[in-house]
């Protein structure tokens, strides 16, 4: 899934910088550096440069994206959840689909599963074919204390092509191919 998200990120970074040459030489410079040190693991200054970024340009909605990712792995949850929101409300359909989900995922890891349920079913309905979604909303369910619906959203996250969905549900319920939902 990390590949996943990355690409998609690379993809859309690469759409925004090309679509306006003023953000191409300023954000999206200062956005190009921060990614390169994101990559190199040097996620505080990843974020200082995302975050000068954004103040040159405060739409600049990959800038949001990568910044609350390289929050998200330094554990600042509540940093990461503000940005996220942020790709939420300023970004296209796509970008709000992986806003919503990546917000959910940070909500888990902090361990707010209930909070982070809404999340997931943002998300999907917005791209109902996002497993990812599923899977993590079966989650953050299990957490919660719903064994039925996490068990739901692993068998649908496993038929939409989730690998982590399929091998859960291959150790804990052998028969969920055959099953009927």
Request: no cysteine.
């Amino acid at each position: 899934m990390k590949r996943r998200s990355m690409s998609i990120a690379l993809v859309i970074a690469g759409m925004v910088t090309a679509a306006d040459p003023a953000i191409a030489d300023t954000a999206g410079s200062l956005f190009d550096s921060g990614f390169s040190k994101h990559q190199s693991g040097d996620l505080k200054e990843a974020v200082r440069l995302y975050s000068k970024a954004i103040e040159s340009d405060g739409k600049f909605v990959m800038a949001y994206q990568m910044r609350a990712a390289a929050w998200q792995r330094l554990r600042q949850f509540s940093r990461a959840i503000d940005d996220y929101t942020m790709v939420i409300t300023i970004g296209e359909p796509s970008f709000r689909a992986v806003g919503y989900l990546n917000r959910g995922i940070v909500k888990n890891m902090a361990g707010r599963y209930s909070e982070a349920i809404p999340d997931f079913n943002q998300a999907i309905s917005i791209d109902r074919f996002m497993a990812s979604a599923y899977f993590h909303r079966g989650i953050a369910k299990s957490k919660a204390g719903d064994p039925e619906g996490n068990l739901d959203d692993f068998i649908q996250a496993a038929r939409l092509g989730d690998s982590d969905a399929e091998h859960w549900l291959d150790r804990n319920d052998p028969e969920w191919r055959q099953a009927r939902r």
